[in-house]
């Protein structure tokens, strides 16, 4: 039977005996474990982050776009032509079963005054229905109403980035402020947003109704003119088909021939998110394999050190023989000194790793995120490749000849 006790003392006494050679070994461990944690939590804190902005656009989200124009056999960019209207965005959310809500947008930049200060900002007509589309509530006040966009009210909602640009600390709610010189009273103010994920501030904006925008704000080629209708579906499983209806009805009501283009585009935001979201994981994964990389180096130095210190001990390993020791007992014990190193060199590792990871988000100012999963991946691994890698020169060890081995000089 096997004594483990003993065998544990014996190993670390061995591995005492060279205390900077076990030392220099475990370091390709720890620089291993170190990094496979640090680069998974920068993976993680990216896809963490982008999760979070993906989901401040809101979800099972489509987007009708204006199409192009042709003149004189050139064919002009997207949007070049305004094919939309507010009864195409009426129609979507009326006859198409699969959409639970739409928000057309007429939008431009304008300035805006307030007392002393100004801004300029993002200003977009819309309706109510923007709030649900975009999953967005209101810090105070209250939204604007479809009575509003019918009379066309001056009322406005303000993001917070301009309410803070705009009244520092006061409260708006019931002032007035100027969008392009004319007066518009502020009934509610949007929750944080924070940035897109293309960088843009989303609380930089106001958000007032749509009818206001085109009469009063923007003006309109042609009545009821919009830029963007905003699609909310009713969920993610009908996304596709949400699209193959709008775009019917909308071919329908503009009176597009079998054979012709669209006069508009249809884009699905929320696959477009999906795409950004799982290439943040790829990327995850690709930082975690090539840190891996340096455990599997680690390994090799485990096993060059075990191989060589079974031909230091070659003698020792002859001594135990004659009194004794069975083949088992020889292979157990080199086994375990290099499970030594790599459970040792793992563990300070970890917290290698951690203090990298929280020395990035320091001074680089990047989200980390050190996940349990990724600790426990990275100590198992690192006791796989001292199994791995410890077990030719233990089983080489286990090999030699008692006679021999005493012989060794």
Same mark, same amino acid.
């Given at each position: ?131 649900? !589309? ?175 210190? !079974? ?58 995120? !050190?996940?349990?999963?990724? !600790? ?34």
């Amino acid at each position: 039977m096997i004594d483990i006790p003993s065998t544990l003392i014996i190993s670390f006494r061995a591995l005492k005996v060279n205390k900077m050679r076990s030392v220099l070994t475990m370091l390709g461990v720890i620089i291993g474990v170190g990094a496979v944690i640090a680069m998974l939590a920068v993976g993680t804190g990216a896809s963490r982050m982008l999760e979070q902005q993906l989901s401040s656009i809101g979800s099972n989200l489509l987007m009708v776009l204006p199409g192009s124009t042709t003149s004189g056999g050139i064919r002009m960019g997207g949007g070049s032509q305004s094919t939309l209207t507010l009864d195409d965005a009426e129609a979507i959310v009326r006859e198409c079963p699969t959409v639970s809500d739409v928000a057309p947008i007429l939008s431009g930049v304008a300035q805006v005054v307030y007392g002393n200060q100004n801004w300029s900002t993002s200003v977009a007509g819309t309706t109510p229905g923007m709030l649900t !589309v975009r999953d967005w509530r209101l810090s105070a006040g209250r939204p604007f109403t479809d009575q509003d966009v019918k009379s066309a009210v001056k009322v406005a909602l303000l993001g917070q980035t301009v309410v803070d640009n705009l009244f520092a600390g006061i409260d708006p709610i019931g002032k007035v402020i100027r969008i392009k010189k004319i007066p518009f009273t502020v009934i509610g103010v949007l929750e944080t947003k924070g940035q897109s994920p293309t960088g843009q501030d989303q609380d930089d904006t106001i958000y007032v109704p749509v009818t206001a925008a085109q009469k009063k704000l923007f003006g309109t080629a042609r009545p009821g003119m919009i830029r963007i209708i905003m699609v909310k579906a009713k969920g993610t499983e009908v996304l596709s088909l949400a699209e193959t209806q709008i775009a019917g009805l909308l071919r329908q009501r503009h009176r597009i021939g079998r054979k012709e283009e669209d006069d508009f585009t249809v884009r699905n935001l929320t696959q477009m998110m999906q795409a950004a979201e799982q290439s943040t994981r790829v990327m995850t994964i690709l930082l975690g394999a090539i840190a891996s990389v340096s455990l599997l180096v680690g390994g090799i130095g485990i096993m060059n050190i075990m191989l060589v210190s !079974v031909t230091e001990r070659t003698r020792e390993i002859g001594i135990r023989m004659a009194i004794g020791a069975k083949t088992r007992d020889i292979r157990l014990q080199f086994l375990i000194e290099a499970l030594i190193l790599s459970f040792t060199g793992g563990l300070i590792g970890i917290i290698a790793g951690i203090t990298t990871s929280e020395i990035l988000s320091a001074l680089a100012g990047w989200t980390t995120i !050190v996940s349990l999963s990724s !600790v426990l991946l990275a100590f198992g691994f690192s006791g796989l490749v001292g199994i791995f890698f410890g077990f030719y020169p233990a089983y080489k060890a286990s090999l030699l000849n008692p006679i021999d081995a005493l012989r060794y000089e």
